[in-house]
């Protein structure tokens, strides 16, 4: 069965601040995505980040990062330097390949993130 | 393009009520999806479709609810009789094939 886990419901840091999002996922299949969304307080899902199990390249964009492990099932996100405008609801969301690629997902139960000035 | 829009934004309705989503898809996606959020579920899926046929409905928690497709831009789904229970942010989502998916602003729905 799959099954993506954050295990850190909430995390608080201050402004300036680096801090990493854990999530650890479970499937059997070889082929599959993995994503990261964000919930803003405003209540919409806003795409970050998709990846396929092929390609374990770490990749950043300004002051985000994902690390992609297979050896640990992990596709952990750290933001750099936290800004207030940062404090969100982070998904972790895996997808079997078979299906469509980006929208058949399971989502972690969410990490919430609070960044205080 | 428009992204997906969903309506009504928010809905408070008296249980027993029915009540219907609704969903546009952005023009050319072939795969639209119905997720519900609440706090004790999470994000799970509820029912999609490929090219207006629904392909999986194993989601779909009770014969309470149902959903159509009757074209490429638009898409429904209807809660009848509505109960307390169902209360929960209703997304619909839109992908083509290699796409990741894009998020309407979701559907607020209060059962009181």
């Known amino acids: 069965a799959q099954k993506v886990t954050q295990a850190q419901t909430e995390i608080s840091v201050v402004e300036k601040e680096d801090v990493t999002l854990d999530c650890v996922y479970e499937t059997r299949d070889t082929t599959y995505y993995l994503f990261w969304y964000k919930q803003p307080p405003s209540g919409e899902l806003v795409f970050l980040i998709r990846r396929n199990s092929f390609d374990e390249q770490n990749e950043i964009s300004g002051r985000y990062s994902w690390n992609f492990q297979k050896s640990t099932s992990s596709f952990n996100f750290t933001i750099t330097a936290s800004q207030v405008v940062d404090s969100a609801v982070y998904f972790c969301a895996l997808s079997e390949a078979i299906y469509n690629q980006g929208g058949k997902l399971i989502f972690g139960q969410g990490t919430e993130l609070s960044v205080k000035p | 393009d428009a992204g997906v829009i969903q309506s009504p934004r928010h809905e408070v309705t008296e249980m027993g009520q029915e009540v219907t989503l609704r969903c546009k898809p952005i023009?050319?996606?072939?795969?639209l999806f119905w997720y519900r959020q609440t706090m004790m579920r999470g994000l799970e899926l509820l029912i999609y479709?490929?090219?207006?046929?629904?392909?999986?409905d194993s989601g779909m928690p009770e014969d309470r609810f149902s959903a159509k497709m009757p074209n490429a831009s638009f898409s429904t789904l209807k809660i009848q009789p509505s109960e307390p229970r169902d209360s929960a942010v209703y997304f619909c989502a839109s992908t083509a094939r290699n796409t990741e998916a894009f998020f309407g602003q979701g559907t607020r729905l209060t059962v009181v």
């Open positions: 479709f490929n090219n207006n046929v629904p392909i999986d």
């Open positions: 023009s050319g996606h072939d795969y």
